[in-house]
């Protein structure tokens, strides 16, 4: 995975090239600082709105050859495909395989008091991080993302597509293709907010992987206590 490698990823492309960005999603509207998960009704904030605005513009200036725009279904992903489904002339598709991992512990305010988890009741989702015991497994994970993947590759044939999800679907997706390990520490997880982690295919084989984080000024000014998760 080489990062801010946008201008590798550019000399891959041959006739047959397509290139699937999958990105994170912006700053989310979150003053409580809870982990949302799949909650509904999470929007971006002022900054998450600029983030992906700024992606927007950034592959418009590019050059890139957008023509198919997809997001998980969840209000915050399908806000940060917006600006560049606008900007392509295309409607924001919604595919239920690129929404946020299931966690058992949505709606509790680990940004603002992380504490929370060492309460007794909760120990019994920790006995399998490999798994994880807390939520969706890694493995069923990379099943419908790579899935998705593979739609979106299908639908952009010899061109680009945008792909937005959530920082863990993504983390896992690309632990699966780099042949790695699925299982890993939340804290662990290095795909920031509006990032874009490219997958470079000649056909319908993948020969590329970058990434790259075009709105990273944007990223050191958000509030949002969960950010990171």
């Known amino acids: ?31 409580d600082g809870v982990l949302y998960g ?6 971006l904030t002022g900054c998450g709105q600029a983030m992906a605005e700024r992606v927007a513009r950034t592959l418009v200036g590019r050059g890139a050859d957008i023509t198919h725009v997809v997001a998980s279904p969840l209000l915050r992903a399908q806000l940060t495909a917006a600006p560049t489904a606008a900007a392509y002339g295309l409607p924001v598709e919604s595919d239920p395989r690129l929404i946020e991992s299931a966690n058992v512990f949505e709606g509790l305010p680990l940004g603002s008091n992380p504490a929370v988890l060492a309460r007794p009741a909760y120990f019994k989702y920790f ?10 497994p890694y493995a069923d994970i990379a099943s419908r ?8 590759l299908r639908s952009a044939r010899g061109h680009e597509a945008l792909v937005v999800s959530h ?31 490219s997958f470079v295919f000649s056909g319908a084989t993948l020969v590329g992987v970058c990434y790259e984080e075009p709105a990273a000024d944007l990223v050191a000014q958000a509030k949002d206590l969960s950010y990171r998760r």
């Open 167 to 197: 920082q863990n679907p993504i983390e896992t997706l690309t632990r699966f293709v780099r042949g790695k390990v699925l299982a890993h520490p939340p804290k662990s997880r290095n795909f920031a907010l509006a990032s874009l982690t």
């Open 38 to 43: 799949r909650l509904p009704g999470f929007g």
């Open 1 to 31: 995975l080489l990062r801010g490698a946008s201008a590798w990823c550019g000399t891959l492309i041959g006739m047959d090239t397509t290139i699937v960005h999958v990105m994170r999603h912006g700053e989310v509207d979150n003053p």
């Open 127 to 136: 006995v399998n991080p490999l798994r994880p015991s807390w939520g969706e």
């Open 145 to 152: 993302m790579s899935a998705a993947l593979s739609a979106a």
